[in-house]
């Protein structure tokens, strides 16, 4: 497998996401990794491939550096690490120019939107995202 290009995903900071200190919450920063990754999957799987599954997040792990604050430009940085059978390892990096706010490492089940079960990326899709060198 060959390493996966970053999917660049733009944030809008809305008046929604900050809190009683002025700046973005915490939680708010899980959403954008979530909108981002799927962001992912819809731009790079063929169209009929990306309505057949559905992705739920199984773990996040995520390093603040530093806060965002309302209309700040802020981009999230998408890697897909590897995919493992039905799971998915994502490297994330939230950053307002050269700034990085947050780092985040997370994995995800794909599951099929039919039956709600796991279901494995097939070798012809996989491709899409690990494009050969």
Same mark, same amino acid.
């Given at each position: 497998?060959?390493?996966?290009?970053?999917?660049?995903?733009?944030?809008?900071?809305?008046?929604?996401?900050?809190?009683?200190?002025?700046?973005?919450?915490?939680a708010?920063?899980? $959403?954008?990794?979530?909108?981002?990754?799927?962001?992912?999957? $819809?731009?790079?799987?063929?169209?009929?491939?990306?309505?057949?599954y559905?992705?739920?997040?199984l773990?996040?792990?995520?390093?603040?550096?530093?806060?965002a !604050?309302?209309?700040?430009?802020?981009?999230?940085? =998408?890697v897909?690490?590897? =995919?493992?059978?039905?799971?998915? !390892?994502?490297?994330? =990096?939230?950053?307002?120019?050269e700034?990085?706010?947050?780092?985040?490492? @997370? @994995?995800w089940c794909?599951?099929?939107?039919?039956?709600?079960?796991?279901?494995?990326?097939?070798?012809?899709?996989?491709?899409? !995202?690990?494009?050969?060198?």
């Amino acid at each position: 497998m060959t390493t996966a290009l970053p999917h660049i995903h733009r944030i809008g900071v809305l008046p929604a996401d900050i809190d009683f200190m002025g700046h973005v919450n915490n939680a708010r920063y899980l $959403n954008w990794v979530q909108d981002a990754v799927l962001d992912h999957w $819809n731009k790079l799987a063929p169209p009929e491939t990306a309505a057949k599954y559905l992705w739920v997040a199984l773990k996040h792990e995520i390093t603040y550096r530093k806060p965002a !604050f309302l209309n700040d430009d802020v981009i999230a940085s =998408v890697v897909l690490e590897k =995919v493992h059978g039905a799971r998915s !390892f994502y490297d994330t =990096v939230i950053k307002r120019g050269e700034e990085v706010l947050a780092e985040v490492k @997370s @994995s995800w089940c794909c599951i099929d939107a039919e039956t709600l079960r796991p279901a494995r990326i097939a070798a012809e899709i996989q491709e899409y !995202f690990f494009p050969k060198d």
